[in-house]
């Protein structure tokens, strides 16, 4: 059974970091690009991140831009999201969503761009 | 820019009924078009990718339409597990956008 397992998240203050884990089991990690989706509270869906499953393409939304940074560790299965000078407007929940596998090289796995599991969510609050 | 727009921001629909969500964006996406349902304190379920093909386990009341700019969601006949929002997620360009939503409420 596939699975994503946020973690880290909480209450932090204007200029404060935090950074979110997500531990995948139950298919080969190593072969998927994986994202982080946030949601506002009682607002839409907000792609944040992107990180291919080499860790050769990484892409991040203009709003987080210079102050998050996605990584991953595919030798524990594992994704991060490091998140520094976070604003109000960072309050969401941070979902991580793997991209459905679209095909394999020699070298790299590609996505396809839309989002085929979610983790449960991780809570961040940025407040004084 | 794709800007996604889902209309209407909420429908009322019985049980039993169709439902039917559509969702335009500003530019072609071919159909590179996926539909998502959120159920209250859950992450969202993938529901249809390719403007039109189901996702695994999902029922096939559930039925997707269109390309170009113009995408519809249908629901057959609407079982109570249905009432949710409902997200749809341009992936042609870059970044991925979302839509803002259908919430479906029973009437």
């Known amino acids: 059974e596939v699975q994503l397992v946020e973690s880290g998240g909480g209450l932090v203050k204007p200029g404060g970091s935090l950074r979110l884990s997500c531990a995948a089991s139950g298919f080969t990690f190593s072969y998927y690009s994986i994202n982080w989706v946030r949601q506002a509270p009682g607002k839409g869906l907000e792609w944040v991140s992107s990180i291919s499953s080499s860790s050769t393409y990484i892409y991040y939304a203009d709003s987080v831009k210079g102050r998050f940074t996605i990584s991953r560790d595919n030798a524990k299965n594992s994704l991060y999201l490091q998140m520094n000078s976070l604003r109000a407007e960072d309050t969401a929940v941070y979902y991580c969503?793997?991209?459905?596998?679209?095909?394999?090289?020699?070298?790299?796995?590609?996505?396809?761009?839309?989002?085929?599991?979610w983790g449960q969510g991780t809570l961040v609050t940025v407040s004084s | 820019e794709i800007v996604m727009t889902q209309s209407p921001a909420t429908l009322s629909v019985s049980p039993g009924e169709r439902a039917t969500l559509s969702c335009r964006a500003s530019q072609s996406l071919s159909s590179n078009l996926a539909w998502y349902q959120q159920k209250p304190g859950q992450a969202p379920r993938l529901l249809i990718y390719?403007?039109?093909t189901r996702a695994t386990g999902i029922p096939a009341r559930f039925s997707g339409s269109g390309s170009g700019t113009e995408f519809t969601l249908t629901i057959s006949s609407l079982q109570s597990e249905d009432f949710a929002v409902y997200y749809c997620?341009?992936?042609?360009?870059?970044?991925?956008?979302f839509g803002q939503g259908t919430k479906l409420e029973i009437k």
């Open positions: 390719g403007a039109s």
């Open positions: 969503a793997r991209e459905e596998l679209g095909y394999c090289d020699s070298t790299s796995c590609y996505g396809n761009y839309y989002f085929d599991y």
């Open positions: 997620q341009q992936y042609n360009n870059w970044p991925p956008f």
